[in-house]
């Protein structure tokens, strides 16, 4: 079976002139010669807000950034929950008839009963829903992040949902958060604190900005770093601390040792 892999559509060409290049997806379908090929396929406006399995969205490194810093700091604040798990750009499939999957930047989800591969999470089939969903926009996802996903992940009973978002001002673009609490008649604003910052309350932390860039605080308000290196040290501190304690017991053993012999 051949693999085609033509060129993202020129932009000079009047079929797609005006039609923004999303990414793609590789569709099976029979060639003129009677063998069957998979086709690369440009993603449409609507593909991004019920992606599939398999598809390739194109994202900015503003974008990449973010999410690899959110994914480590919530990474790091669940990691001694053995039913968390964070995922990103996984497919979700809800539960709630005529709502379509998903595919969150980032969701948090508690409860786990067991760890899988996950490409698509079912809902139904996992027993537990998102607890925290994060979209990070972008020019060609900002109606679906800003409107639809509104409306469409209060549907799906997600209790807190968060928007990195940008606004353009003097020429600069600057970062905003916008956060959501579940409600019965429908999401209501997550009102942030004195200093701009929203309390994630399932994860124990503080979302702000700071020079233009987000980062998380802990309950006491400290800012927290890069968290492959908090995590590192506060791994090393543990190790310290269990082995002071080690060596403690052995001195202890040692002293009784010696008394029993005096």
Known sequence: MALRVPSPPAKDQDTDADQPFYGWRFLRQ????????????????????????????????????????????????????????VLDDVLIDWDVPGLRNHGPDIAVFFGIRERKNWTTFRVADEGVRPTLIFEIVSPATARHDRKTKVQEYHRAGVPLYILVDYVRQRRQQLVQLIGYRWATSGYEPLEPDADGRLWLGPVRLWLGIADNEIVCYDESGKQLGDFAEQVGRTEAAERRASEAEIRLREIEAELRQLRGNG
């Open 30 to 85: 029979k060639g003129a010669n009677g063998r069957y090929e998979y086709v690369q396929v440009p993603l449409t406006f609507d593909d991004l807000l019920n992606p599939q399995e398999g598809d390739h969205v194109i994202h900015n490194s503003d974008h990449q950034r973010h999410l690899h810093y959110l994914r480590n700091a919530l990474e790091a604040q669940v990691r001694h929950d053995p039913t968390a798990v």
